[in-house]
């Protein structure tokens, strides 16, 4: 039996990674993209059926021969999650538009790189594009008018995608996660914003990498073959409760 391919950009730490491994336990072959490289080799020993790639995905051309990589290694492409992106938080009067760029290069420009690059393949398999956003995507958040706009950029991308890919039988979904206890967030939430998100969020608590990637690997699987368009927060609730108060809840 021919195995499926998935690449994963972002893929040396984190959700990638954690998208990664539960692709390969499911059966997956899985392209890892990172521009980290010491980073994506140590994710990728002694994982097999899996390719590490290093690319920055926010440049053309190392898209383009990563996708050929791919395509020639594996013979084909059945998904990709476009979860690569950085983080940069900080006042909006202090986000200069080098910093802006610095965002949006990787979290927007990087999705829409990729995804045009990988179009011809996935028409090929008919297949899937996961693209990771944010629930900073969804609602507005101080410090965030980088990362959220890019964001909510790639929400409305997504949906493009769906729209234009859909008669070629590509299906395009996003994810948004909300906090997820990885340990770059353990180490810079202090113990004041680790309470306060547990009591905005229904759950009471921060999602693990892994419950991510449930829901990515989900939405690239059979399983969702009628499933495109759509925006998912995977955040414990959080988006849905928008400014209620915590204190509120359960009370008359």
Request: hydrophobic share 45%; aromatic share 6%.
């Amino acid at each position: 039996m021919t195995l499926r391919t998935a690449l994963v950009t972002g893929a040396a730490r984190g959700i990638g990674l954690a998208t990664t491994k539960l692709f390969l336990r499911e059966g997956w072959k899985v392209a890892m993209i990172d521009r980290d490289a010491p980073a994506l080799e140590e994710a990728a020993a002694g994982l097999e059926n899996a390719l590490p790639i290093v690319c920055d995905v926010s440049k053309p051309d190392e898209v383009d021969a990563a996708i050929g990589e791919v395509a020639g290694t594996h013979g084909g492409l059945d998904a990709l999650v476009n979860n690569a992106g950085v983080a940069d938080f900080g006042p909006i009067e202090e986000t200069d538009f080098a910093r802006w760029r610095r965002v949006m290069e990787t979290n927007l420009d990087g999705v829409f790189l990729m995804s045009q690059a990988a179009t011809p393949a996935l028409k090929a398999s008919r297949g899937s594009i996961v693209n990771i956003a944010s629930i900073s995507g969804l609602r507005a958040s101080t410090l965030r008018v980088a990362y959220g706009t890019s964001k909510a950029a790639v929400i409305q991308l997504t949906r493009q995608q769906a729209a234009e890919l859909g008669e070629y039988g590509i299906r395009a979904n996003c994810v948004c996660p909300g906090p997820v206890r990885t340990k770059l967030a353990m180490a810079v939430h202090t113990p004041e914003i680790i309470a306060a998100y547990h009591d905005a969020i229904p759950l009471n608590r921060y999602g693990s990498e892994d419950e991510i990637a449930e829901v990515i690997v989900f939405l690239c699987s059979p399983k969702a073959s009628y499933v495109t368009g759509q925006i998912v927060a995977s955040d414990g609730g959080f988006e849905s409760t928008g400014v209620g108060l915590p204190a509120l809840r359960g009370q008359a």
